[in-house]
């Protein structure tokens, strides 16, 4: 470090001797001087004489974000996502530097200073223009952050940076004492060893974190306000009700609002493991299987253990095995009926049986809201109406607008409103004289009720 005698403002020299080789050294200065970024180091200069190159930067202050992350109570969730979105800012403008887009390569918590006015990224010793075909500084980098196509083909694109900035992402995660699950989805998706998997872009990194900071500072998000679900049982009254379709509905649902799922099949249907020996736009993760954004775990059978990911919310598919289904202890118990006139019967008979569980909810398939209502109206208790669906591994507006209602009247919600419900059958008995007024007054307290309990 040395200060400019007219400024009065400190730089940082770095002296390399001729002697050595130098050539990455001065390509680095000449790469940095093309580089006009805020949060990128000034090169303002390159001198020599006989026996030196003197390369003179803005000198940076602050500390480098690994010495940060040996203080855990440093790492919230909001100085997470900050440093995660200002490097993001960085590593956008190299990909987007014309004519030719620069991979920076080398991300990792040592590179990063948190100073004053934000964060530094330092050290762009192996970046390199992304047409760039000589392969010397292609099989560079430090190997945890460094993405599989890299190490085993010397490739380099824009994947190579969010591979090694979904790493950087997991490790703070991790290291800190809040527990994100959102961001820990984000790092797991950018990590992803199939690189078609992971984020297409930074733009598109960006886009997945401001949606994860929008969950985390929600008031409505009970999964991130409340940290209730952990297990959520899904059992059909009967063979036949959707069961599975609606536990891989709910898991791509949760996946894609950055709330990490896991899909369990317990099912001695199979339907899971049919569908993924089919092999179509499955990828297999450690036991795991893929498809966008639903990750599930098929019915291996004894004798098979498969390490299920931490931190994350398990749906359990129990087919119509009501009895196994009811021995678990869960977070929420979704039962599914059909609305057919032969499957109602099996209807009252498993939520008879299930009443006893604190955390149930009724789900009437195949989107016949006429039959929801006769179920809310006999059962007295929320129905969620689930439309017919081709997809479930697709998003789908009517679904999604379900699932998003089940999650957030999940907990006192349904107690507060049955109150509010029974209410409306009290306040019309006054007419009870008067046979019409009575008649219907009944009517208005039966029609407001099961409206109300269809979603």
């Not at 007295?380 to 439309?387: E, I, L, Q, T």
């Not at 107690?415 to 509010?420: D, E, I």
Request: charged share 30%; net charge positive.
């Amino acid at each position: 470090m040395v200060r400019h005698q007219q400024l009065g403002e400190y730089r940082a020299v770095k002296c390399i001797s001729k002697e050595a080789d130098s050539s990455w050294q001065i390509r680095e200065a000449k790469l940095l001087n093309h580089l006009k970024h805020p949060r990128i180091p000034i090169v303002y200069d390159i001198e020599e004489d006989d026996d030196f190159y003197y390369i003179i930067e803005e000198y940076v202050e602050g500390e480098s974000l690994e010495a940060l992350m040996l203080q855990s109570s440093f790492l919230t969730q909001s100085f997470i996502y900050d440093t995660i979105w200002e490097i993001c800012e960085v590593l956008s403008y190299l990909h987007h530097i014309a004519p030719v887009p620069v991979i920076y390569q080398d991300l990792k918590a040592e590179h990063v200073i948190i100073g004053k006015k934000g964060v530094k990224l330092i050290d762009f010793g192996i970046a390199s223009y992304l047409n760039e075909t000589e392969g010397r500084f292609q099989n560079y980098g430090t190997p945890e952050y460094t993405a599989p196509e890299k190490r085993e083909l010397a490739e380099i694109n824009v994947g190579t940076d969010i591979y090694s900035l979904g790493k950087l992402l997991g490790r703070l995660v991790l290291a800190g004492e809040e527990k994100s699950l959102g961001l820990l989805y984000i790092s797991q998706k950018a990590t992803h060893p199939m690189e078609k998997q992971r984020y297409a872009s930074i733009e598109e990194f960006q886009k997945a974190l401001g949606k994860a900071k929008e969950d985390m500072q929600s008031e409505k998000n009970p999964v991130y306000q409340k940290h209730l679900l952990r297990k959520i049982i899904v059992a059909g009254s009967r063979q036949g009700t959707g069961v599975t379709h609606i536990a891989v509905s709910f898991t791509q649902y949760l996946n894609s609002h950055h709330i990490p799922a896991v899909y369990q099949e317990k099912n001695p249907n199979n339907d899971m493991r049919k569908t993924v020996k089919t092999g179509k736009k499955f990828a297999e993760c450690g036991g795991l299987y893929r498809r966008g954004d639903f990750l599930g775990l098929p019915l291996y059978g004894e004798g098979v253990e498969i390490s299920m990911p931490k931190d994350r919310v398990l749906i359990i598919d129990w087919g119509n095995n009501l009895k196994r289904a009811g021995e678990e202890e869960a977070d929420l118990f979704l039962l599914v009926a059909g609305s057919r006139e032969w499957e109602r019967d099996s209807a009252k008979t498993s939520f008879k049986s299930l009443s006893h569980e604190k955390n149930l909810i009724f789900i009437s398939n195949y989107g016949d809201r006429k039959q929801a209502r006769r179920y809310a109206k006999e059962f007295c208790r929320p129905v969620y109406c689930f439309p017919l669906d081709k997809d479930p591994f697709t998003a789908a507006k009517e679904k999604d607008r379900i699932f998003g209602k089940l999650l957030q009247r999940e907990g006192g919600d349904n107690q507060r409103n049955l109150f509010k419900n029974r209410w409306h059958f009290r306040k019309h008995k006054r007419n009870r004289y008067n046979p019409f007024g009575y008649i219907a007054g009944k009517l208005r307290s039966i029609w407001t009720f099961s409206k109300k309990r269809i979603f």
